[in-house]
């Protein structure tokens, strides 16, 4: 269960996002933080498999990793100052639609959707959503999304295909590169829930019927 000690490691860690203080804290991090973590993701899996049946189900492989790739970031913290995992039917970085669970001191940020998408199977989005205007409009101005969600997010083309462009004004997404949303409520309350993985679940059904209408692209 993720309780106030998950959430005591990660205030720390924004102070001190260096490799001093996380190796004094790594038994923290271990037994505080990662299994907690681990621990929810595996009560979620069962609940998935009822909506996304193909889900993969090996929780450790869901995770990000905790050390950031700062390469070429000008940003050198070597850490993440939140857990976050990924759960689809074809692992974590996936071009298929996929669960979305991120934790930090602060914030549960949960959601799902299409994140990143090769030109081809864009193309293949673009296509189904234009050739079925009517429901996907129907998906994502539902109340019950919205009330959840708000609008559906994603980086968009500044330029389109012809094909694409003359639906532009009557269906702004279809310049989505990305198709995806995401609610945020505060950790200090997600912390007091008696049962997390049903807390998540709610936004996980929500966002089913956009997941389902994604994957009859590929």
Not at 23 to 52: M, S
Not at 82 to 100: D, I, N, Q, R, T
């Amino acid at each position: 269960m993720i309780d106030q000690n998950y959430i005591s490691f990660f205030e720390g860690l924004e102070k001190n996002n260096h490799k001093e203080w996380f190796d004094d804290h790594r038994k923290d991090y271990e037994n505080h933080v990662r299994k907690p973590f681990i621990e929810l993701i595996e009560a979620l899996i069962p609940a998935l498999l009822e909506i996304e049946p193909d889900l993969h189900t090996d929780a450790k492989k869901t995770l990000f990793r905790i050390n950031r790739d700062i390469r070429f970031s000008k940003d050198k913290t070597p850490y993440n100052t939140l857990m976050k995992a990924s759960l689809s039917s074809e692992g974590k970085k996936s071009e298929v639609p996929g669960f979305y669970i991120g934790i930090g001191a602060e914030n549960v940020h949960v959601g799902g959707g299409l994140y990143q998408l090769s030109k081809d199977r864009l193309t293949k989005v673009r296509d189904l959503i234009a050739s079925h205007k009517e429901e996907f409009t129907s998906i994502v101005t539902d109340p019950e999304f919205k009330s959840n969600f708000g609008e559906l997010q994603g980086e968009r083309n500044k330029r389109l295909d012809k094909k694409y462009a003359d639906l532009e004004n009557k269906l702004p997404y279809i310049a989505n590169k990305q198709f995806y949303a995401m609610a945020k409520f505060k950790a200090s309350t997600f912390v007091k829930e008696s049962y997390q993985a049903e807390a998540l679940m709610k936004y996980f059904r929500v966002i089913q019927p956009l997941h389902a209408f994604l994957n009859r692209a590929f």
